[in-house]
């Protein structure tokens, strides 16, 4: 690969993860707003589970940060970077628990899709940390789809 090249592809990995990290910050939210405002007879078990899901949200959100100062990249850090950046949204639609159950499988799916492609341009660069870093994100991303997807009996 030629330097102009390589230069891309690591531009490409910064942006990369620059949206996953963006991603991860906008499901801390809504998975913060899931918590607060879920209703009816499931109340009990999603209040907890959007728990444990927002803190894992944060905790991997840093993760990626991290890894993109270790190598030399620059994190978004503002609420107007992160909602730039994403490919998820957060409109704030879902009003019952299966929809916000739905959303959520939906913006797994998405994490795990552009994981995917990050641990391939990550590898272009030969940057097997990066890579596998984001093996685990899409493990755990693809682990909630389906998860979730139980839960709502599909």
Do not use: C
């Amino acid at each position: 690969m030629n330097t102009q090249n390589a230069k891309k592809t690591e531009n490409l990995v910064e942006k990369s993860m620059n949206t996953q990290l963006s991603n991860w910050f906008i499901l801390y939210s809504k998975l913060h707003r899931f918590h607060w405002y879920v209703k009816g007879p499931h109340f009990f078990t999603l209040h907890e589970k959007f728990e444990e899901l927002y803190n894992e949200a944060a905790e991997t959100a840093d993760a990626i940060a991290e890894r993109l100062l270790a190598i030399g990249g620059q994190p978004a850090a503002t609420l107007h970077s992160y909602l730039e950046q994403a490919s998820i949204t957060d409109e704030g639609q879902e009003k019952t628990a299966s929809e916000m159950v739905e959303s959520l499988i939906q913006d797994y799916k998405q994490i795990s899709r552009e994981s995917k492609f990050v641990i391939g341009v990550a590898e272009e660069q030969n940057d097997p940390s990066t890579a596998d870093l984001f093996v685990g994100l899409a493990e755990v991303a693809d682990k909630h789809v389906w998860m979730l997807s139980a839960y709502l009996g599909e």
